[in-house]
C-alpha cells in the first residue's frame, strides 16, 4: 500500500511527491496534526484510505504525461492542450494558493515580513490572469481555430473584430510579460523559494505550490508565445 496507514500524516507528506494537494482536497490537515497517524486522519476526514491512492495515482499520471512535440500538431489541438492542462492548472492552482498564502501569512507574516508581499503580488497576478485567460477563451482562441480551418478548406478568412490577429496577440504577449515579471519579484522575494527551517509543513506547501505555478506557467506562456501565436499570425498572413 502506497499510502501506509500506521505512518502519521507529516511521514507521507514529505516522503510522496504531491501528497500535500491530495491531503488538501481531502480536508486531512498535513501541518499542525500532522503527527496524527494517517489511517486515524482518514478516518476523521470520512475518506477512505484506497480512494486517497487513487486521486494520488490519478495526480501522477497528469504529471507524467507523455510529452508531445506541440509544434507539428494542429493550433485547434494546440488550444486544445493549453486549455485543459495548463488553464485548467491555473485556475485550480490560483483558488489553492489564495487560501494557502493566507493560512501562512497568518501564521508566519509577523515574524517573515516577505510573506505580506508575496500576498499582494500573488493577488495582483491572479487579478490579471483571470481575465487574461478569459479573453482567450472567448475571443482569441475561437478566432484562429476559425482562422485555421477557413485556411484549411481554402475559403475567405473570417471577420476579425479586432483588426488583425496581431493586435490582440501584442497585448496577450505584453500580459505574458507583466506575468512573468510578477513571478520573478516573488521567487525574488522568496529567495529562489528557500524554506525557512523553524517553518511549518503550509509554509513549504506554499513555496512547492508557487514554484511548480511558475514552471506550468513559464511551459503555458512558451506555447502561445513561441508556437501558438506565431502560427496565427503566419495564418493571417498568408505565409
Not at 504525461?65 to 506541440?70: A, F, H, I, S
Not at 486544445?80 to 508566519?108: N, P
Not at 523559494?193 to 511558475?214: D, I
Request: glycine share 4%; proline share 4%; charged share 25%.
Amino acid at each position: 500500500m502506497l499510502l501506509d496507514p500506521t505512518k502519521t500524516v507529516r511521514e507521507l507528506a514529505l516522503a510522496i511527491p504531491d501528497a500535500t494537494r491530495v491531503f488538501e482536497k481531502a480536508k486531512i490537515d498535513y501541518c499542525c496534526s500532522g503527527d496524527r497517524l494517517f489511517g486515524d486522519a482518514c478516518a476523521r476526514a470520512g475518506i477512505d484510505v484506497s480512494e486517497l491512492e487513487q486521486m494520488l495515482a490519478a495526480t501522477n499520471d497528469v504529471a507524467n504525461r507523455v510529452q508531445v512535440d506541440y509544434q507539428t500538431v494542429s493550433l485547434a489541438e494546440l488550444i486544445s492542450h493549453i486549455l485543459e492542462t495548463h488553464h485548467v492548472f491555473t485556475r485550480a492552482e490560483m483558488e489553492r494558493l489564495e487560501a494557502l498564502v493566507e493560512k501562512v501569512v497568518a501564521a508566519h507574516g509577523e515574524r517573515h515580513s516577505e510573506l505580506l508581499s508575496i500576498r499582494d503580488l500573488l493577488i495582483e497576478l491572479f487579478a490579471d490572469l483571470r481575465p487574461h485567460m478569459f479573453k482567450e477563451e472567448q475571443i482569441l482562441f475561437p478566432y484562429i481555430i476559425e482562422l485555421e480551418q477557413a485556411v484549411l478548406q481554402q475559403r475567405g478568412l473570417p471577420f476579425a473584430p479586432f483588426g488583425t490577429v496581431n493586435n490582440p496577440v501584442r497585448m496577450m504577449m505584453m500580459e505574458h510579460d507583466k506575468a512573468g515579471e510578477l513571478l520573478r519579484e516573488i521567487r525574488k522575494l522568496s529567495g529562489d523559494y528557500t524554506v525557512p527551517a523553524e517553518v511549518c509543513m503550509s509554509y513549504q506547501t506554499l513555496y512547492q505550490a508557487l514554484k511548480n505555478f511558475e514552471e506550468d506557467l513559464h511551459q503555458h506562456i512558451h506555447l502561445e508565445n513561441n508556437i501558438l501565436f506565431p502560427k496565427a499570425v503566419q495564418l493571417e498572413q498568408g505565409r
